[in-house]
């Protein structure tokens, strides 16, 4: 009996004129006997719909993701109750390191974003403070880095004009609040995948870019030259700097001198590793610490050209006063005013914030094989973001020279975070008077050493050229106009040429026409089987007609799949189609395809009735026919007009098979265009039927929008040949003892028994043999011959009420030759008979 939910349902249903659909159109079809299996089934299996109910329900959290998800945002802890001083001593050695390291990149970095030194400082902190409580990444340092401090000193540039009351760091931190939050939220949402709508190629030609253009700018001073903005497009900084190269100064001996003894330092530990491989990790801190050795040195240097002349006299620019301790902490200023100031440039910061940590992320847990989360890695920027702007930072994100440093140290876990926050306090509360002597030069030397591994190798470019030449132009194109133009515009235009090239791709995606092969399977010059180790004998001599060792594959009739052209591959049945969608099979692409498969139907095929059009006034306006020249010749020639044009040795359509393997899920509008189409092929199969079979459906709420457009059964059609249908199925055997295989392998090891009871001496198997001794022992059982009778159980893959979904195209293709011979049958008779499947 019915609920009285449904009964209120088809109530308001007939009230509002809805026609409800049968849940089971073809199910008494499909009990009628001998259409649906000649075989022994365990049961009848009728596939349900899915429900819309069941659907929301799964949407719904339950008590037990809500208390994974709660779990989830604080990884730190899945593994904090087994640390031990192993792994103590790995994160102490990396968070010492790296702390060194982060000390003096984070000053230059500060003045990147023209901020005080300090403040690269403060980002620093609490970056590697937070960060550990809600890491997914043992190596990922948060802190100030290149790109993004370029990014916050254009914004605070900006705001300088627009805001000249309003301090700097109040930007900086406003901006950091703000992008923290977004952030955050995309996190706690679980958003990670949308960094996945980022190709490769947009972040490539993101850091190239920037790389170029922070190196350009920090030329200047690095010569000590000015009278320019270093804040122009790339090529004008680069130009203006060649203009002014006259006026280099002292900073020049201070910066060049600082760059090329980082390189040489680099160079001389990569030869010496080569060389001694057994001092390797002593090398490798060498390497690491010499942005340290070569900060400590100039700064030396600096002290003692300056230490005899008076306070405030330079020779070049050194950073003079860093502030001790936390000057700056408080309360994050964000009023009107600069929220609307800001708001324009959240764009780019948060994909700045989000691509590039996300990207060293996920390549550092490939390379030390683990899996970050993305969602929660935002998490962690987000709060970082969103706390660190309390003690005057601005915007950190994750650094790749850090992270690569704190890898290669042997950090064990996130912990390491907080060893890098104890040097950077001590180097708050206890340097400051050495980071007054500082040259500004050689801070700039460092940030042209640290962006140079930012750029993309020639070699990386070429492996890029072998994979997809477009997507190389795309790579040009964005470091192109990051140098012409800005970082923020060389983001944008990337992320647009990719998503148009995808969306494209998308919308002009054709499918492929299939056709039959019949293929072997060949080890040597053997036939194989399904097992390797059964062979049926050499190919040259083998009988080409044993269906054991042979299967059908579906190849493109073109060959664009790059397949031998030598190979005949055809349609497997006149006025058959077999047709495979390549980019899924939705609204973007629908028409375009289905028009390619309509095209090609046309030019393969011709009318069913080709007498259709008696006179020339009955042809619609869009087909007019021959011409009035044409018809007098033919009625000379005593053909009908209605014949001229018309290819007779053409094939009629007759069935389409559309392989869904590729299509995951459908919509409204892709559903009516099917339906469009096939009434467009109907018409012009008239009389006779069109016959769709689906294939490789691969989810349920396709099967269902398929089903309410009328897909999935055989529907009658007015004018169509009637006749009963046949239903091909495929079915599987049900395992366990009672199963062929089972009783092969039983019997194969009784035999061996046997031999060894004997004493016989242990002869090699043959496979073949023996497996089909092992058959006709299992087929002997059977048929109740042998000593025990048993038959072989099968159930159906696919619901039986479903006969025009196929599990594979060769049940597809053996349904629609099967049922267009029947229809034939029924047609005449005596003209052919029912013969095999093909």
Known sequence: MASTTTKAGHFLAKVLGIKLQNPQPFQDEVTRGESVLSIQTNDTFVEEEPSTAKYLEELLPHRQQIGDYIWSLFPFLHWIGHYNLQWLAGDLVAGITVGAVVVPQGMAYALLANLEPQFGLYSSFMGVLIYWFFATSKDITIGPVAVMSTVTGSVVADMKTALPDVPAHYIASALALMSGAIVLFIGLIRCGWIVDLISLTALSAFMTGSAISIAVGQIPTMMGITGFSTRDATYRVFINTLKNLGHTKLDAAMGLTALA???????????????????????????????????????????????????????????????RGFQNAAVPVLNQRITKGIVSYLPATVIVLLIEHIAISKSFGRVNNYTINPSQEMVAIGVTNLLGPFLGGYPATGSFSRTAIKSKAGVRTPFAGVITAVVVLLAIYALPAVFYYIPSASLSGVIIHAVGDLITPPN??????????????????????????????????????????????????????????????????????????????????????????????????????????????????????????????????????????????????????????????????????????????????????????????????KAIILDFSSVNNVDITSVQQLIDVRNQLDRYASPDPVDWHIACINNRWTKRALLSAGFGYPAERAGGVSHRW?????????????????????????????????????????????????????????????????????????????????????????????????????????????????
């Open 726 to 838: 046949r239903s091909i199925f495929s079915v599987a055997e049900i395992g366990g003892s009672e199963s062929a295989a089972e009783q092969a392998e039983m019997a194969v090891n009784e035999k061996e028994l046997e031999r060894s009871a004997t004493g016989s001496p242990k002869a090699p198997i043959d496979v073949e043999a023996g497996s089909s001794e092992a058959s006709s022992n299992f087929d002997a059982k059977s048929s109740g011959k042998g000593p025990e009778t048993r038959a072989r159980r099968a159930i159906t893959v696919h619901g039986l009420n479903r006969p025009l979904f196929h599990v594979d195209l060769t049940s597809a293709l053996q349904s629609a030759i099967a049922n267009v011979e029947a229809r034939a049958e029924v047609r005449s008779p005596n003209s052919m008979t029912s013969g095999t499947l093909g």
């Open 261 to 323: 003894t980082l390189y040489i330092i680099r160079s001389g530990c990569k030869y010496l590793a080569k060389r001694y491989p057994k001092h390797q990790r002593l090398i490798f801190f060498m390497s690491t610490l010499r942005t340290v050795f070569v900060i400590l040195l100039y700064t030396m240097i600096s002290w003692l050209v300056h230490m005899n002349l008076p306070r405030g006299e330079m020779r070049f620019k050194i950073l003079l006063n860093v502030p």
């Open 460 to 653: 990386t470019v070429y492996q890029f050229w072998r994979v997809s030449p477009f997507e190389v132009l795309i790579f040009f194109t964005g470091v192109i106009v990051t140098v012409f133009s800005s970082i923020e515009n060389g983001i944008y235009c990337t992320i647009c040429i990719s998503a148009a090239v995808l969306l494209f791709r998308i919308l002009k995606a054709q499918g492929q026409f299939l056709g039959k092969v019949r293929v072997h399977s060949v080890l040597g010059d053997h036939v194989i089987g399904d097992d390797y180790h059964r062979t049926y004998g050499a190919y040259g001599t083998f009988n080409i007609s044993n269906d054991a060792a042979a299967r059908n594959v579906f190849l493109p009739v073109n060959h664009n799949d790059g397949s031998n052209p030598e190979v005949q591959v055809d349609n497997p049945y006149p006025g058959i189609f077999i047709y495979r969608f390549s980019e899924g099979f939705n609204y973007p692409n629908a028409s375009h395809s289905l028009e390619y498969l309509t095209n090609y139907i046309f030019s393969h095929t011709r009318r069913t009735n080709i007498f259709q059009y008696d006179r020339p006034g009955d042809r619609p306006w869009n087909d007019p026919g021959p011409s009035r020249r044409q018809r007098k010749a033919a009625a000379a020639a005593n053909q009908p007009p209605s014949a001229l044009g018309v290819d007779t040795n053409l094939p009629t359509l």
